[in-house]
């Protein structure tokens, strides 16, 4: 069983369609690199299994569950954790409450969660009074009339959830004192607002802040975009510890060089579809220019 | 003299201002929610204290303690199972909805307590004062005014002190990424107007004790509140104080000269700052 799994999946723009049916898998320990030209659908397709774009259920699933129709929230909470694309830091935040903000689910159920189910339950018992059974969504997906009713109303996402596994403990190696060990530099400028910091050391911190959730896996959306090559190298070198960790990594790239470098396998991805996957060594230059622009070398 | 006792009393009923703003400003601040409903809220309030201290016996203070975790449910369920769906990016939605939120909480006062003024007495408080030098300060107006400055503060703190106070300021900036932190906008926007309530409970306990109230004052209790906000910069919670402090100073100075001004001297002295600073005293982010 791969840990992360896509099949068949598909996202939509209103009446755009960005991905058509994608394939990729992740294995533990492993690191993939997604390449493509500006446009391929890298980022969607990030977006859609960190839960930001919705999807079918099953087009997604995270160690053998699955997890497409979760939200960002819950999928961050199951393991899988994002360095979005321009590292979009909270600018009212300094920088260790940005790094902090990656911690920010762990500690168990709140006050918050309880008032969450109170409301839910008194929405199920408010349900049941005025419907009956067939207001209650039922306990396991099945052939109810309730179930059909909703399956043609909503499609997929009327339906109850099915099993998407638990929820991450969020427990690990990564702290804020390890952060500070593998970037140095922000421990000298925690208490400066993120965004006043330079482009790399930005990425650092969305960097850090995706660890200290001690994700099982990190996804890095161009994290050398716009960066100096000195700089990009100082962010990849971090890579290793981070493998270390125990996290797998995705990491979507247009830098064809440094994603062969580091990736134990390469997807190539172009209008939205998978055109070349195989191991670095496999793939030759000109496959790669076929899949990349869609035209031989 | 009577220009020092003026500009005292002004600052004080500042305080009543601040603490119908605060909420106000939390709320918008963290959701650019324009909560329409505000005023009828804290008049809500008040009429929910009243019927505690009416039932019970209590003194009004002890009432607003009983009110309050009612309030703090109602603020949540508000925001979860209305609010939270009126949300994006157009801010149409959200005015409408709290807009028909003001006449039904209005509608529903009249009906269940009539067009009657009420008041919740606070007894001997309500006349005693303390001299200050030369001038004498209304005891009910100091607490007024310290409740606007602990809430403020204390507010601040939950800002910036505290792990919720992070999610709030992370999901006002940017709310698709701090769902890839793992934090819920929607909880989010629960927790902040539930906090708000609380305030409003506040404000609603010295507006019940300061003054009558009646089921049709919340819109007044609004501009109030709005115009405080405004003058101190949006989203900025010492800027609240601040705005409530001038609207108070510029009614009771606007009262010593003529006392049909009082209430146009206050909308003057928010234009005024609009024209000299469109963005309020202390705006958040400068």
């Known amino acids: ?297 | 003299m009577i220009w020092v006792d003026t500009i005292l009393q002004g600052v004080l009923l500042g305080g009543l201002y601040a603490l119908f703003a605060a909420g106000l400003s939390l709320v918008f601040g963290i959701m650019r929610l324009v909560n329409l409903a505000h005023g009828d809220l804290i008049v809500f309030g008040a009429y929910l204290i009243l019927v505690i201290v009416s039932a019970l016996g209590l003194h009004p203070v002890a009432g607003a303690l009983l009110a309050a975790p009612l309030m703090f449910c109602l603020g949540w369920v508000l925001q979860k199972a209305v609010l939270n769906r009126t949300l994006g990016d157009d801010i149409l939605p959200p005015l409408l909805v709290t807009f028909g939120l003001s006449i039904a909480i209005q509608n529903g006062l009249l009906e269940g307590f009539s067009a009657d003024s009420q008041r919740l007495s606070m007894g001997a408080l309500e006349t005693a004062s303390v001299a200050v030098g030369p001038v004498s300060l209304g005891v009910l107006p100091l607490l007024t005014f310290g409740s606007a400055v602990a809430v403020i503060v204390a507010l601040n703190q939950v800002m910036y002190r505290t792990a919720i106070g992070r999610a709030f300021r992370a999901t006002s900036d940017d709310p698709v990424t701090a769902s890839l932190m793992g934090i819920r906008p929607d909880r989010v926007f629960a927790t902040a107007t539930a906090l708000a309530m609380l305030v409003v409970t506040v404000a609603a306990l010295y507006l019940g004790t300061r003054a009558n109230f009646d089921p049709a004052i919340g819109p007044a209790r609004l501009i109030y509140a709005f115009e405080a906000v405004i003058i101190g910069g949006l989203g900025s919670l010492w800027g609240t104080l601040a705005g409530g402090i001038v609207i108070g100073v510029a009614q009771t100075v606007g009262a010593a000269i003529n006392p049909e001004w009082q209430i146009l001297a206050g909308h003057v002295a928010f234009l005024v700052v609009l024209l000299l600073r469109p963005r309020g005293l202390f705006p958040r982010g400068q």
């Open chain 1, 1 to 297: 069983m791969s840990l992360l799994e896509t099949r068949g999946l598909t996202a939509r723009y209103g009446d755009f369609q960005a991905l058509f049916g994608v394939d990729i898998r992740l294995e533990p320990g492993e690191t993939v690199a997604i390449i493509g030209a500006n446009g391929a659908g890298k980022t969607t397709l990030m977006r859609a299994i960190t839960g930001v774009l919705r999807s079918a259920p099953d087009s997604i699933l995270y160690r053998g569950a699955p997890i497409g129709d979760l939200p960002a929230d819950a999928v961050m909470k199951r393991g899988i954790a994002m360095v979005p694309e321009g590292r979009r830091l909270f600018p009212s935040l300094s920088v260790e409450e940005n790094l902090l903000i990656g911690a920010q689910h762990k500690g168990g159920r709140d006050f918050g969660d309880a008032l969450d189910d109170l409301l839910t339950e008194t929405g199920r018992d408010l349900r049941r009074a005025v419907f009956g059974p067939y207001g209650m969504p039922p306990r396991r997906p099945g052939l109810a009339l309730g179930d059909r009713l909703r399956a043609a109303a909503f499609g997929p996402y009327g339906l109850p959830r099915a099993d998407t596994g638990p929820e991450h403990t969020g427990a690990g190696y990564w702290s804020l004192e390890t952060v500070y060990d593998l970037f140095p530099i922000l421990r000298e400028r925690r208490h400066s607002p993120g965004t006043a910091l330079s482009g790399g050391q930005q990425q650092m911190v969305a960097i850090g802040r995706a660890l200290i959730s001690n994700p099982d896996v990190l996804l890095c959306d161009e994290i050398s975009l716009g960066l100096a090559p000195v700089v990009i190298r100082d962010i990849y070198a971090a890579l290793p510890r981070i493998k270390a960790s125990g996290a797998s990594v995705i990491v979507v790239e247009q830098d064809i060089g440094q994603a062969l470098a580091v990736a134990d396998r390469v997807y190539c991805m172009m209008e939205g579809r998978v055109t070349l996957t195989g191991k670095p060594s496999e793939i030759g230059r000109a496959d790669i220019h076929a899949a990349y622009f869609g035209v031989a070398a």
